[in-house]
């Protein structure tokens, strides 16, 4: 028995099904690795050789890698080296997942209920009973109770200046 590798990549083109005549899951799919190198001379991260694998899982995961995996998907594997054929590292995989580093995986057990499909809105702000009292006194059409305390602290509105009475919109009137 060889012992056990982990292994990450990315899925390469479609996983095969088939069954063994006792009715037992095997599939089989490609997994390419490339591995990246730091190159000291340019200071740069470099993409190294790639390292290609065929991946064998019987049972329940062969099922369930079936019904998961797509080409272009990233996983991590737990496995033995079963041997090397065309360029090939074959392994028997023990175990596999997908990587969550550049997508979000559900599980059956986590999958969002329909409460998910709510619209969400930010919980309401608590606010100092000045500011409430104020909001409810305000005149429908007048300004928050924020833009008065910047006005009565000095800071003017350009366009409002006292000199000027008219406003744009009102000028050709």
């Known amino acids: 028995m060889s012992p ?14 088939r069954f063994t005549e006792s009715g037992l899951t095997i599939c089989r799919f490609r997994l390419t690795d490339v591995p990246r190198q730091w190159d000291s001379a340019t200071r740069e ?18 099922r369930n890698a079936t019904e998961s995996l797509v080409d272009g998907s990233s996983v ?10 065309d360029d090939a590292i074959r392994l028997s995989v023990d175990d596999l997942g997908l990587s969550l580093g550049n997508r979000i995986a559900y599980t059956e057990a986590g999958l969002p209920g329909p409460q998910a499909a709510a619209p969400v809105s930010p919980p309401a702000m608590p606010q100092p ?10 005149q429908p059409g ?8 910047q006005r009565s602290s000095g800071w003017s509105d350009p366009g409002t200046s006292p000199a000027t009475d008219a406003s744009p919109a009102r000028a050709g009137t």
């Open 45 to 62: 991260w470099r993409d190294g050789a790639p390292i290609l694998y065929v991946c064998t899982a019987w049972g329940d995961l062969a």
């Open 4 to 17: 056990t590798t982990h292994v990450s990549g990315t899925v390469t083109g479609a996983v095969e099904i």
């Open 129 to 138: 009973a000045e500011q409430v009292a104020r909001a409810h006194t305000r």
């Open 142 to 149: 007048s300004p928050p109770g924020w833009w008065e305390d």
């Open 76 to 85: 991590l594997i737990r496995g033995r080296v079963s041997g090397v054929k």
